[in-house]
């Protein structure tokens, strides 16, 4: 058994006029995530670290945001596809641990369902998905409320 191990990271804005998506599931907020797609932070990076762990470049190569194909596209699709083109390389995820970084909302009771939510689409057991939420003190950009960002780091196994 080969084993390896990645790590993603993405930062999105946060901006009047769009639903906030984190963890593949959709957050009652007054503000959302800018993207191109539905600009889930916790699933782009988690994409990144997968990728990045069977050396396959990261999303954006992948997905590129120049592409009408993957405009306003759920994340999910893109974790599925990214999980897909890991088994094309003999791997599949053996467990992703992950960290979001937001001052509101928060994050805590919505954990349970994004693990749920993500296992079922990565095909792994809800064991194998944690997801932390943090805030960072009121400091950066993530502390004035202007954007979200996440950590990802994952463990592949062919």
Known sequence: MKIRVGFGFDVH??????????????????????GHSDADVLIHAICD?????????DIGYHF????SEYEMIDSKILLRKTVAL????????????ATVCAERPKLKP???????????VMGVDEEDVSIKATTTEKLGFTGREEGIAAYATVLIQS
């Open 49 to 57: 670290a997968l990728l990045g762990a069977a050396h396959l470049r």
């Open 64 to 67: 590129p945001d120049t592409s």
């Open 13 to 34: 804005r946060l901006v009047e006029g769009r639903e906030l998506w984190l963890g593949g599931i959709r957050l009652d907020h007054s503000l959302g995530l800018l």
């Open 110 to 120: 919505h954990i349970p369902e994004m693990q749920r939510v993500l296992a079922e």
């Open 86 to 97: 890991i088994a094309e390389k003999g791997y599949h995820v053996g467990n992703v641990d």
